[in-house]
């Protein structure tokens, strides 16, 4: 079941990147260049991940790459924390964008459990 429910979340997290790039560009930290090709590679790994999860055709070093992955990511979700103003994100609760910040170790468990 949490290979479904990860495999659900990349897939519609790797869409949203392709419907809506710039929202992703926009979250990259302002240090990294190249938001927008960052906004669509992430959103291929992360459609990779989810076709991968989704069809249990996965191996531990790939979930292992997945968790490395959530972590290499971490970084817009503070972003997007500590610039909501900055970002447009003022029509978002500060809770919820902080609230966000966990999810990252949730998914990482996640992936962990599924690799036993």
Do not use: C
Request: no cysteine; net charge positive.
């Amino acid at each position: 079941m949490k290979r479904l429910i990860m495999g659900t979340v990349f897939t519609f997290a790797g869409i949203a990147h392709f419907l809506k790039p710039e929202k992703f560009a926009k979250i990259t930290p302002a240090f990294i260049p190249f938001k927008t090709f960052i906004a669509y590679f992430t959103g291929v790994l992360e459609l990779v991940f989810g076709v991968l999860l989704l069809t249990g055709r996965i191996k531990n070093w790939q979930l292992s790459s997945m968790q490395k992955f959530l972590w290499a990511v971490f970084p817009a979700n503070i972003y997007m924390y500590t610039h909501q103003e900055k970002l447009g994100l003022d029509h978002l609760p500060k809770w919820g964008l902080l609230a966000r910040l966990p999810l990252q170790k949730v998914m990482t468990d996640m992936l962990e459990d599924i690799k036993r």
